[in-house]
């Protein structure tokens, strides 16, 4: 079967949670990095999403150990939305 990967940059302007984990990460950068397969046997190219995954920590962050985390891609266009709606004065300060 044939799979492809396609890696996106997220960015989250506050703190925000995921289900997965115990405490909130921290606002920033996210690399989000899909996984799908062909869908065989259709007179079209097709792509079914096997895995999504968000590497932690932010990619400002300097750190040796990067880790992946499988999220559900459903959960991530949530938390990207309440991201959207909070007031940007409590967005955290450039540096």
């Known amino acids: ?29 996210y690399r989000l990095v899909v996984d799908e397969e062909l869908i065989e046997g259709l007179s079209f190219t097709s792509y079914r999403r096997v895995g999504t995954h968000l590497e932690i920590p932010a990619i400002a962050v300097k750190i040796a150990k990067r880790q992946f985390l499988q999220v559900s891609a459903v959960e991530i266009d949530e938390a990207l939305a309440r991201d959207v709606k909070l007031p940007k004065a409590s967005a955290p300060a450039t540096r």
Do not use: D, Q, Y
């Not at 492809?4 to 997220?10: A, L, V």
């Not at 989250?12 to 995921?18: G, I, K, S, V």
């Open 1 to 29: 079967m044939t799979e492809r990967t396609t890696e996106t940059e997220i960015t989250f302007m506050h703190p925000f949670n995921l289900n997965s984990l115990v405490g909130p990460l921290e606002a920033g950068t």
